[in-house]
Structure formats: structure tokens, C-alpha cells
């Protein structure tokens, strides 16, 4: 069965940094197909997809709202994929849910999600 | 804010029919984009539901179903039952914001 498990959220000030990770397991992650996602949900509020990492290319997409502060990557003898946040702002409180991405390029869906991984950004 | 609306809110009575719609524009769903659905119940993640505008994962009931046309999409819940009660948000890819987008979300009650 195909499971993944978030860490590392918390409680942090803003502008500080914070570093999420994504335990995979059920599936080869060192795959070149797996491409691997981060989605967020703010309290009380809708999806918004963060970021992205293409299994194939190696390629990165962000969300206009994080591009140049948050850093999508992988370590395949960790089965881990990582969320690098820095400069953190009050309205990157949310739940972080990592997912893996299905489909055609442009046309992905996620499936399976982890649990999420709560992050505060509070003074 | 979602480029992708739904309604806040739908209800039905056990066993009747519900249909969410999904709406969309020119750079989303209109540009021949997938929908996905994704059933959240409370305070769980969310849920793949619908892949590919109508194409159930495996251990979906075949009482939800999806549907797309033009700008828009739909799922449709039939035979409403009170474990359907959750949030049903739609997804695509939008080309203007280079990214996925999903939709704002509606909450289902089994009246």
C-alpha cells in the first residue's frame, strides 16, 4: 500500500525558514516517473496547489504566491521528497499535504495524499 | 482566490441526486484541461474521487460520476447516502497562471 507521511511543521515567526518533508513508502520513489507534489489547505479554507517536481525532467513549478521562497526537492536514498520554506509569511499558515501526481503533463491529478503537516506562522 | 467556482453548498435527502459544477474559463477547463474531483471528509485529506473528467479510481462507488463540457465540469452524486457528507473540490491546470488550480470548494449535506 502506497502511504506517504509529512514533518516538519510548526510554529514559526515571519520571515524565518521551515523545511517540510515527505516519507514515501509502498512505492519505488527513485522512479523516474514519480512526479511529486505539494498541496496546502489555510484554516478553514480551500485546496491551493504549491508546488510541483517532475519525476521525468527533474523540472519545478511553483505557485506565483510562493516562487522564490519556497524549494521543492527529493533525496531518492531517503524515499523523502522536501519543501524548503523561507521567508515565511502569515498567510503560508496552512495545512501542507504532499501527493503524488498522476497523468499526463498539464493534465495531473494527486493520489495518494499524506496526512499534512500543520504550519504557524505567528509572531 | 480559485479560478475554478463551485457552489458553497449543495444538500440532498438519502438515496436523491446531487450534481457540484465546476466553472471554469478559456484558460482552464475551456482549454481542454482534465478535471479531477477530490472528496475531503472532516478533518481528514483529502480523497481522489474522479481522474481524467469522468474515470472512477479503483474502490469508488459508481454512485459519483463526472462530466465535463466546454468551460464547465460536474460530478454527479446519485443514491445520496450520509457518508457523502464532506467537501467536494474540483482541479485542473490553468495555462494564464502556469500552475493547477482548484476549486473553491462545496460542502455536501445529507439532509
Known amino acids: 500500500e502506497v502511504q506517504l507521511l509529512e514533518s516538519g511543521g510548526g510554529l514559526v515567526q515571519p520571515g524565518e525558514s521551515l523545511r517540510l518533508s515527505c516519507v514515501v513508502s509502498?512505492?519505488?520513489?527513485?522512479?523516474?516517473?514519480?512526479?511529486m507534489s505539494w498541496v496546502r489547505q489555510a484554516p478553514g479554507k480551500g485546496l491551493e496547489w504549491v508546488s510541483t517536481l517532475s519525476g521525468t525532467s527533474g523540472n519545478t513549478y511553483y505557485a506565483d504566491s510562493v516562487k522564490g521562497r519556497f524549494t521543492i526537492s527529493r533525496d531518492n536514498s531517503k524515499n523523502t521528497l522536501y519543501l524548503q520554506m523561507n521567508s515565511l509569511r502569515a498567510e503560508d499558515t496552512a495545512i501542507y499535504y504532499c501527493a503524488k501526481a498522476l497523468g499526463r503533463y498539464l493534465n495531473n491529478w494527486f493520489d495518494p495524499w499524506g496526512q499534512g503537516t500543520l504550519v504557524t506562522v505567528s509572531s | 482566490q480559485s479560478v475554478l467556482t463551485q457552489p458553497p453548498s449543495v444538500s440532498g435527502a438519502p438515496g436523491q441526486r446531487v450534481t457540484i459544477s465546476c466553472t471554469g474559463s478559456?484558460?482552464?477547463?475551456?482549454?481542454?484541461?482534465?478535471v479531477h474531483w477530490y472528496q475531503q471528509l472532516p478533518g481528514t485529506a483529502p480523497k481522489l474521487l474522479i481522474c481524467?473528467?469522468?474515470n472512477r479510481p479503483s474502490g469508488v462507488p459508481d454512485r459519483f460520476s463526472g462530466s465535463k463540457s466546454g468551460t464547465s465540469a460536474s460530478l454527479a452524486i446519485t443514491g445520496l447516502q450520509a457518508e457523502d457528507e464532506a467537501d467536494y473540490y474540483c482541479?485542473?491546470?490553468?495555462?494564464?497562471?502556469?500552475?493547477?488550480?482548484f476549486g473553491t470548494g462545496t460542502k455536501v449535506t445529507v439532509l
Open positions: 478559456s484558460s482552464n477547463i475551456g482549454a481542454n484541461y482534465d
Open positions: 509502498g512505492f519505488t520513489f527513485s522512479s523516474n516517473a514519480m512526479t
Open positions: 482541479q485542473s491546470y490553468d495555462s494564464s497562471l502556469s500552475g493547477y488550480v
Open positions: 481524467g473528467n469522468n
